[in-house]
T-cell receptor, first 115, second 114 residues
Framework: SAVISQKPSRDICQRGTSLTIQCQVD?????MFWYRQQPGQSLTLIAT?????????ESGFVIDKFPISRPNLTFSTLTVSNMSPEDSSIYLC????????????FGEGSRLTVL | GQQLNQSPQSMFIQEGEDVSMNCTSS?????WLWYKQDPGEGPVLLIA?????ELTSNGRLTAQFGITRKDSFLNISASIPSDVGIYFC??????????????FGQGTRLTINP
């Protein structure tokens, strides 16, 4: 089964700054998914990151705010730009496969608090 | 867009009791999934359902895919302390770009009194 490592696991950030979250998978995967989980809320898909092409963003999320890189088949980054307190969330990286019927595996998440 | 209504939002039970939670939607889903999230962790898949009417068990957990394809339930029998956590239902649909994506319910927070 896939092992997903995210960095940082948590951070406290100042308003107006940007933070890049890294996601490393121990196997090659075609698609990597970035989710946001706001405090006490459910998970919402931000974008799908495909190696060698631009990420595809869901409604309400834009590349300028959440730029994504996917340089190879085992790594991706999500940047949260020009942060405000409303961006305080857990950001989760996920990939398919390695478990029941190839459903999503999630990393442990990166908990961001914006002051 | 599609939304899943998950209930109850929270449950406080005694160890050994059975638990039941469900998700409903006004939209049809072709796949229903149930995840559990422990504090500080990402969600972990518990059960996946792929056919209307399907009833699947995983140890003390049992889940069903509703006949209408608009709902699903999860039961936990004889709860134990390690069952504490947040349980999410998820339905698979197509995202704005046409690719398949998961829509998650709001979660059910389970607390167990020993």
């Amino acid at each position: 089964s896939a092992v997903i490592s995210q960095k940082p696991s948590r951070d406290i950030c100042q308003r107006g700054t940007s933070l890049t979250i890294q996601c490393q998978v121990d196997s090659q995967v075609t698609m990597m998914f970035w989710y946001r989980q706001q405090p006490g809320q459910s998970l919402t898909l931000i974008a799908t990151a495909n190696q060698g092409s631009e990420a595809t963003y869901e409604s309400g999320f834009v590349i300028d705010k959440f730029p994504i890189s996917r340089p190879n088949l085992t790594f991706s980054t999500l940047t949260v730009s020009n942060m405000s307190p409303e961006d305080s969330s857990i950001y989760l990286c996920s990939v398919k496969g390695g478990n029941i019927a190839g459903e999503l595996f999630f990393g442990e998440g990166s908990r961001l608090t914006v002051l | 867009g599609q939304q899943l209504n998950q209930s109850p939002q929270s449950m406080f039970i005694q160890e050994g009791e059975d638990v039941s939670m469900n998700c409903t939607s006004s939209s049809i889903f072709n796949t229903w999934l149930w995840y559990k999230q422990d504090p500080g962790e990402g969600p972990v898949l518990l059960i996946a359902l792929y056919k209307a009417g399907e009833l699947t068990s995983n140890g003390r957990l049992t889940a069903q895919f509703g006949i209408t394809r608009k709902d699903s339930f999860l039961n936990i029998s004889a709860s134990i302390p390690s069952d504490v956590g947040i349980y999410f239902c998820a339905g698979r649909t197509r995202g704005d770009q046409g690719a398949q994506k998961l829509v998650f319910g709001q979660g059910t927070r389970l607390t167990i009194n020993p």
